[in-house]
């Protein structure tokens, strides 16, 4: 009986060690819904909020959620935030609603979502949920008849690398990372009860084609395009800069062992006149010297997010642009009919 108590409990310990990686992100409608509403009421502000579910397996279940109140700088107003957290948790609790926090949900603009906040709010949830996620919608998209959501969760390497602080170019390439490897997105899976997808089939018109159908081959998306190639704009010039101060890096530092190269000659050619004299040679390396002093490398994970940003802004620009094609070559076909 004991070998047998004892064989469970290393079971269990192993399954508890080795967890089976996230495979999906399992929503309910209603949680869509209210993060839908919660991002465009207060759309273009940025706002924020809290999901509640289940880690079952590789599958994590989001089944509720709250919004955040928006912040400011001001401290009792973040420790007012805080409070209502807890008291929202606690009366989830008292009515029998899952409040296991899972992660939360952000909107953003034309998903430019990909920044340092974003990095150090995983990193804090991380501390305390091993597997969390968190849910990007974009507002913006929702005229172009496109459901913008994205789970997202950062990659086991880049965590490594960002807890240990270096970044720099020697390490990320032993370690074989890029810029793509920051983020993993995870598939969105939405899930209704059966009464609701009844009431769904119910609600269903039996006209052939709505007005909705008719607004899709609207190819006027002027106002996205020139946001995206704004946007686009911007990042370039953000990366320009931090290439700039990679440009200035490299020069100190080419200029530095030039100095050290100058420095060494001198010593050596001063060492050989103190042995032809028969005194002790001074020693080639002086830690005391300032060209000895190592230069710090710039991180490079500001220009890392800024890569990602600007995949972004591209693959957007693409996806309507291929659109608008389509839609004009259906329009000129239907014209020729």
């Not at 172009?144 to 960002?162: E, N």
């Not at 830690?287 to 890569?307: A, D, G, Q, V």
């Amino acid at each position: 009986m004991a070998t047998m108590a004892r064989s469970f409990l290393q079971a269990i310990s192993k399954d508890e060690a080795v967890a089976p990686p996230l495979r999906v992100v399992q929503i309910e409608g209603l949680a869509v819904l209210k993060i839908i509403k919660h991002c465009k009421e207060f759309a273009p502000t940025l706002v924020t909020g809290q999901l509640l579910g289940l880690d079952v397996g590789s599958v994590l279940e989001v089944t509720n959620c709250f919004p955040f109140p928006v912040r400011d700088d001001d401290e009792e107003i973040e420790a007012d935030g805080a409070n209502y957290q807890l008291e929202m948790m606690r009366c989830l609790r008292e009515v029998n609603v899952d409040n296991n926090t899972v992660g939360w949900y952000q909107s953003t603009v034309l998903g430019s979502y990909q920044t340092v906040e974003l990095i150090e709010t995983f990193m804090n949830y991380q501390e305390n949920i091993k597997r969390c996620v968190c849910i990007i919608y974009d507002p913006s998209k929702a005229d172009l008849g496109v459901l913008a959501l994205k789970a997202l969760k950062l990659s086991d390497s880049f965590m490594d690398l960002y807890r240990a602080g270096n970044f720099t170019g020697d390490k990320l390439r032993e370690k074989n990372f890029s810029w793509m490897d920051i983020f993993e997105e995870i598939p969105i899976k939405v899930s209704n009860s059966a009464l609701v997808s009844a009431f769904m089939t119910e609600l269903e018109t039996d006209a052939p084609v709505s007005q909705g159908d008719y607004d899709r081959l609207q190819s006027s998306t002027t106002p996205f395009l020139e946001n995206n190639m704004e946007f686009l704009i911007k990042c370039m010039d953000d990366l320009s800069m931090e290439q700039q101060k990679f440009q200035y890096y490299y020069r100190n530092l080419s200029r530095q062992q030039a100095q050290q190269q100058a420095w060494l000659q001198k010593r050596r050619t001063e060492n050989m006149a103190r042995r032809s004299a028969g005194e002790e040679p001074l020693p080639e390396e002086d830690p005391s010297n300032p060209i000895f002093k190592p230069i710090p490398e710039p991180s490079r994970l500001e220009s890392f997010l800024i890569t990602n940003q600007v995949s972004n802004f591209c693959g957007q620009i693409n996806g309507v642009a291929g659109q608008n094609f389509s839609r004009l070559y259906l329009t000129k076909a239907l014209h020729e009919n």
